[in-house]
């Protein structure tokens, strides 16, 4: 009698934890059938990056990920992490942003680059006069 008590119990408790890790990896399936670009998000490698596009296509599910100037497709199932909306904070696409920021570097240069450039002239013409 005991013996078949605790194997009832043992299936309850088997069954709630199963019950438990579907829920959460349908939640999660969910999630990542809703990735947005500017969603930022981590990838089970430990990848972090800015969505700039999700696709779907005839080969799979893909999401081209903004690592800081440099742009990786991965397939959705390899996102382990989201943060809706976290990553972009304009309206213009990740390029574009990125594009505008060099241009502003190398429009206006700041006074310790000067400053150094002039010193290394200034040392080349000392050299050429000894």
């Known amino acids: 009698m005991g013996g ?19 829920k959460q990896v349908k939640e999660h399936q969910e999630k990542l059938n809703s990735i947005q670009p500017g969603d930022k998000v981590v990838t089970i490698g ?4 800015v ?6 296509s005839e080969t799979g599910k893909t ?6 100037g440099i742009f990786l497709e991965f397939e959705r199932s390899a996102i382990k992490t989201i943060v809706p ?4 904070t304009t309206e213009e696409s990740p390029v ?3 594009v505008t920021e060099v241009s502003e ?3 206006t240069p700041t006074e310790e680059v000067v400053t150094e450039v002039e010193n290394v002239i200034e040392a080349s013409q000392d050299e050429t006069k000894a």
């Open 63 to 68: 999401v081209l990920l903004d690592c800081e």
């Open 46 to 49: 430990g990848l972090h990056g």
């Open 4 to 22: 078949i008590l605790m194997l009832i119990v043992f299936g309850g408790v088997m069954y709630f934890m199963t019950s438990k890790q579907k």
């Open 105 to 107: 570097i190398i429009e």
């Open 51 to 56: 969505v700039a596009d999700a696709k779907t």
């Open 85 to 88: 909306g976290a990553g972009l």
């Open 96 to 98: 574009e942003a990125e």
